[in-house]
């Protein structure tokens, strides 16, 4: 079965900044989509960014990027710039070729002036 | 297109009664996903439609739980006689695509709480 871990379960950040989240997976699936969701407080979720694992290229979405090391089973988020709106539970998740998502416990990122 | 809605966002039941709770999918979206949120967890996974089939339940999904979506149109979940491990976000998503690849749009959520 697939397994997705955030070790992460508080981060915060001050505005303008750069932050990481991290997360580690686990599969035996060679094809699959990783995921980051975002869901602020009482708000539905919403997809940040997705990375296909045969693409060497790590994702952009504007100030939303991703570090993915298919060999470490390592996928973190990093945003730059990091705005108010940001704040939110992110949710890192998996899915293969059984199409439904897989979460990890999600990541709540405070923001800061 | 309104994305996914949900209808209640909020329901309050006795131990022992029965909920149901709907999803209305973004219209032509032929795969539907059922998730459950406890607090301070990630979305587990209950269960999923292609059109009106049913393709896979989680082991979550026990024998009081029923899904259905009748034409491939909207759909429902019900919990019979409820119990306060019921108590969660059920959270409704739908996706355009058969595989991984296609985006899956979240709902509001109905979130349950059995008193």
């Known amino acids: 079965a697939q397994t997705v871990t955030q070790s992460q379960p508080e981060m915060s950040v001050q505005e303008a900044e750069t932050v990481t989240l991290s997360c580690t997976y686990d599969?035996?699936?060679?094809?699959?989509?990783l995921f980051w969701y975002k869901q602020p407080p009482s708000r539905q979720m919403i997809l940040v960014i997705r990375q296909e694992a045969y693409k060497q290229q790590n994702a952009t979405e504007n100030r939303f990027s991703v570090n993915f090391q298919k060999a470490a089973k390592s996928f973190s988020l990093k945003i730059s710039d990091s705005q108010l709106g940001d704040a939110a539970m992110y949710f890192c998740a998996y899915t293969g070729t059984a199409s439904k998502l897989t979460f990890g416990t999600g990541t709540r990122l405070q923001v800061t002036l | 297109d309104t994305g996914v809605s949900q209808d209640p966002r909020h329901k309050i039941t006795k131990r022992g009664q029965n909920v149901t709770f709907r999803c209305d999918p973004i219209?032509?979206?032929?795969?539907l996903y059922w998730y459950r949120q406890t607090l301070g967890q990630g979305p587990e996974f209950l269960t999923y439609f292609q059109n009106e089939a049913q393709l896979e339940k989680s082991r979550l999904l026990s024998d009081r739980f029923s899904a259905e979506r009748p034409k491939g149109s909207f759909s429902t979940l019900e919990i019979q006689r409820t119990e306060q491990g019921d108590s969660a976000m059920y959270l409704c998503?739908?996706?355009?695509?058969?595989?991984?690849?296609?985006?899956?749009?979240f709902g509001p959520g109905t979130r349950l709480t059995v008193t």
């Open positions: 599969t035996s699936e060679s094809d699959y989509y």
């Open positions: 219209s032509e979206h032929n795969r």
């Open positions: 998503a739908s996706s355009l695509g058969v595989s991984g690849a296609y985006e899956q749009y």
